[in-house]
């Protein structure tokens, strides 16, 4: 009875967390940034962490893409040496993590007596992210020096904060690809553009004036794009050479 007032009021701080990380997520188009201000929030909120760290797997490469900390960072990369730890099995395995004691720990004897020995660190939490980012995976990593260390409650601050970061990545990975989507949109428009003003100066084909527009791109190194977009303006194609250029 006496956790709840805590518990309520640190989902209350955390949705006050996520208001804010919202408007970062609005305002940044860089997953490395919106994950290391995770990060700082999951170990603000989370009282018994003390270093914080997110892991992706990308390419068959693991890699700490963002940690409050140099010791967490170097805490993953012996996971990523031995190829065992809680983070590469929340990966791998599509599991939440928890680890009482890593010093006696039966399921990563080296990983574990490795970190307590050379950094301490004697609990762990690593939760998956759940991504829409072709070929990549992630999880979030709490670490901490004292053995037992999170709770129910920590344990499920963590379950939110690596779904807000998965959310959060899937929301700047859509708004690429809706800025990707509107690029190729208008590089086609103009391309059209382009072989139809091609056509009726030069009586060409539209086979023929795409062959011209693809000739200029490479013979001027310059993109397909960027020649089509001049024709589509000028009503010619560019100069090459300091010429004008030939059909």
Same mark, same amino acid.
């Given at each position: ?17 996520? @208001?804010?990380? *919202?408007?970062?997520?609005? &305002? +940044?188009?860089? #997953?490395? %940034?919106? !994950?290391?201000?995770?990060? =700082? ?40 040496? @031995?190829?065992? *730890?809680?983070?590469?099995? &929340? +990966?791998?395995? #599509?599991? %939440?993590? !928890?680890?009482?004691?890593? =010093? ?66 899937n929301s700047i990975a859509d708004r690429r690809r809706a800025e ?43 993109k397909l794009r960027e020649i089509a977009a001049h024709v589509a ?15």
């Amino acid at each position: 009875m006496d956790e709840r007032p805590d518990l309520a009021g640190t989902l209350l701080a955390l949705a006050d967390d996520f @208001v804010a990380l *919202g408007r970062v997520t609005l &305002a +940044i188009a860089d #997953e490395q %940034d919106l !994950l290391a201000a995770v990060a =700082r929030v999951a170990q603000a909120r989370i009282e018994p962490a003390e270093w914080v760290s997110i892991t992706t797997l990308a390419g068959g490469e693991f890699r700490t893409m963002a940690s409050t900390d140099p010791r967490a960072e170097r805490a993953d990369a012996i996971q990523y040496a @031995v190829g065992s *730890g809680p983070c590469v099995d &929340a +990966i791998l395995e #599509e599991n %939440d993590v !928890l680890v009482r004691d890593l =010093r006696t720990d039966e399921r990563w004897p080296t990983f574990g007596r490795r970190v307590a020995d050379e950094f301490g660190v004697r609990s762990m939490m690593a939760f998956r992210l759940t991504m829409d980012v072709k070929d990549t995976i992630a999880a979030l990593n709490v670490f901490s020096c004292a053995v037992d260390a999170f709770d129910a409650g920590a344990v499920a601050t963590g379950r939110l904060m690596a779904t807000y970061s998965a959310l959060g990545l899937n929301s700047i990975a859509d708004r690429r690809r809706a800025e990707e989507l509107q690029q190729a949109l208008g590089t086609a428009r103009e391309i059209g553009i382009a072989i139809g003003v091609l056509m009726v100066n030069e009586q060409l084909t539209r086979e023929q004036a795409f062959d011209v527009l693809r000739a200029h791109s490479q013979d001027q190194n310059r993109k397909l794009r960027e020649i089509a977009a001049h024709v589509a303006e000028t009503g010619a194609l560019p100069h090459f050479n300091g010429h004008a250029a030939q059909s």
